[in-house]
């Protein structure tokens, strides 16, 4: 059984500082990395993509893979109150036939 | 539109009757996702496509459940004899390939009374 596990929150950070996500996965071989945003009432929008070890930056979020460890994380500097939402992670492993979702982490940024 | 679309946006029905919910992809997606969210609740994948190859049905939770995709194209959820705990907002994805990023739209927000 693949697995995705992220933390439900809250995570409640005060606005400016850096919000950390984290996410785990539960097999080694797996290829491709997403992270959602999703607001309350909307649909999941995609953020960033991340397909190797490393760190992969897009404006204030910054994406950490380690495969070794099996862990991806989303960090998001100067957090701003639009921030505040449920981020998804996503994975997709080699072995299936989609990707995987976990079942979110609730951000709020507190003014 | 360059995105994926969704109708209708909103659906309410009663008890027993049958719902078809429709989906239109990103022209060029070969992969179609579809999920149902329950109020507070992450995404529990139902079904999925990828161009020509059977579907993966292993989500569906009953046999009420069917969906059908022609080629690359629209895709269609129905769900017979609704019940209750069938509310829920129904979203559909889709993308490039399997394993790709997906791309959500708007999703279906079914209420059955």
């Known amino acids: 059984q693949k697995e995705v596990e992220q933390n439900s929150g809250p995570l409640s950070v005060p606005e400016g500082a850096i919000a950390s996500l984290n996410c785990t996965y539960s097999?080694?071989?797996?290829?491709?990395f997403f992270w959602y945003r999703q607001y309350s009432g909307k649909s999941p929008e995609l953020i960033m993509s991340?397909?190797?070890?490393g760190d992969k930056e897009d404006g204030r979020f910054t994406a950490q893979l380690n495969k070794a460890s099996q862990y991806v994380s989303l960090l998001i500097r100067d957090s701003q109150p639009s921030d505040s939402a449920t981020y998804l992670c996503?994975?997709?492993?080699?072995?299936?036939?989609?990707?995987?979702f976990g079942s979110g982490t609730r951000l709020s940024i507190r003014p | 539109g360059a995105g994926v679309s969704q109708s209708p946006s909103n659906k309410v029905t009663e008890k027993g009757k049958d719902v078809e919910l429709r989906c239109d992809p990103i022209s060029g997606h070969t992969a179609l996702y579809w999920y149902r969210q329950r109020l507070g609740q992450g995404l529990e994948f139902l079904i999925y496509?990828?161009?020509?190859?059977?579907?993966?049905k292993s989500g569906l939770p009953s046999d009420r459940f069917s969906a059908e995709r022609t080629g690359e194209s629209v895709s269609t959820l129905t769900i017979q004899r609704t019940q209750q705990e069938d509310s829920a907002v129904y979203l559909c994805?889709?993308?490039?390939?399997?394993?790709?990023?997906?791309?959500f739209g708007p999703g279906t927000r079914l209420t059955v009374l």
């Open positions: 994805a889709s993308s490039k390939n399997h394993r790709d990023e997906q791309f």
């Open positions: 496509f990828q161009g020509n190859s059977a579907p993966d």
């Open positions: 996503a994975v997709g492993y080699s072995s299936a036939s989609k990707i995987i």
């Open positions: 097999d080694r071989v797996s290829q491709s």
């Open positions: 991340i397909y190797s070890n």
